[in-house]
């Protein structure tokens, strides 16, 4: 388990069979290694003792710890990081079976997943998910607590995928599960960028925008091909240090992979987007999706999915197909109007939203949004100022509110 690991023994021997990975101190059983790991509520190592009274086997830690002499103490610079790899080590290196696509980005992650499953899938591979939503696995639907589950958990995944037969597996990377080593020792054979904006800093999350930015470059450190929107302006400093091949694409004359010619598909009920895709892949394509957001989703899923063997027609029909719950998600109700539900959940989200169905020219645009409570509050009074500058009507209602007063 602790083959690609640096780490002290404090005490006690390595040379113990054990019988199960744990870092939840509840779930220890004898015979166990306890992986104490440090969370913004509970520090692991508190429970170090009551999990050696349990018939804990081992113990990993990054701070001193006091236990019987009989159990075995490893410590190592950061136990997340620990855990991330004993879990490589416990389901024997399940990535190592897979292509693994990780992407990254403030924006649009979960729907170029869902795309690049979808026209996987149409080319006849058999593909793993894991993301905002739910994991997939063969016929199995888990649905999701995290963007990027625990190591642990991102491992079991993997393992169960090979088991079932996936050749690939597209996963969401979050900042948070780069910053907290949840994807460390995952041999990624592409690692995307989308975009970044400032979001997920303030308690409990990323301390500065920096920090953010510096967290979503890891990946770029740990893929081997990298794919890029190269029309994000800070795309350049987000790839600082990076150790990848790399692929751009974007609007940009100078990406290698370009959209031309955007037209918006507009009919009673219907909203969606066709242009021409040139440079590393030259056609027409059509989404049922509306807006330039839906152009960069597309253009990233293309991308990545010529590194398959995927044919045009193939991605042509997937991108028509693909569809995402809650990613500005069409429901059908009447021709009179269109109605779409979507995860906005930050003032770049809702302006990019809003800002795309202004561009259809509706007679009158509704705006329905929450915000969820224990999080960063600029973000409330940024979606409002966003929401009253660019629908007609704006409704405000109380979503996940946490431990805040709705109000």
Known sequence: LLERLDYTVVQGSIDKEITELVYDSRKVKPGCLFVC?????????????????????????????????????????????????????????????????????????????????????????????????????????????????????????????AEAGCQCVVMEVSSQGLMMHRTAGIPFEIGIFTNIEPDHIGPGEHSSFEEYMDCKGRLFRQCKTGIVNMDDKRWQKVLEGHTCELETFGFSENADLRAKEPRMVKKPGYLGVSYKAEGLVNTEIEIDVPGKFSIYNSLTAIAICRHFKVTLEDMKQALKAAKVKGRIEMVKVSDAFTLLIDYAHNAMSLESLLGTLREYEPN????????????????????????????????????????EEPE
């Not at 589950?149 to 079991?156: A, D, G, L, T, Y």
């Not at 915000?371 to 409002?384: A, H, P």
Request: proline fraction near 2%; charged fraction near 25%; include cysteine.
């Open 37 to 161: 790991i440090k969370g913004t509520a509970v520090d692991g190592h508190t429970f170090a003792g009551e999990a050696a009274a349990k018939g804990a086997s081992a113990i990993l830690v990054q701070e001193d710890v006091e236990v019987a002499e009989d159990v075995t103490v490893i410590k190592v610079e950061d136990s997340r990081y620990g855990l991330a790899l004993l879990s490589c080590a416990w389901f024997h290196y399940p990535a190592e079976k897979l292509k693994v696509i990780g992407v990254t980005g403030t924006k649009g992650k979960t729907t170029t997943t869902y795309m690049v499953k979808s026209i996987l899938e149409n080319a006849g591979y058999k593909v793993g998910l894991i993301g905002t939503i739910e994991a997939i696995i063969g016929d199995k639907v888990i649905p999701a607590n995290n963007t990027t589950p625990e190591s642990w958990i991102v491992q079991s995944y993997f393992h169960q995928m």
């Open 364 to 403: 009158r645009l509704v705006c329905l949004f929450g915000c969820g409570g224990n999080r960063s509050r600029d973000r409330r009074f940024e979606m409002g100022e966003v929401s009253s500058k660019l629908a007609d009507l704006t409704i405000v209602t109380s979503d996940n509110p946490r431990k």
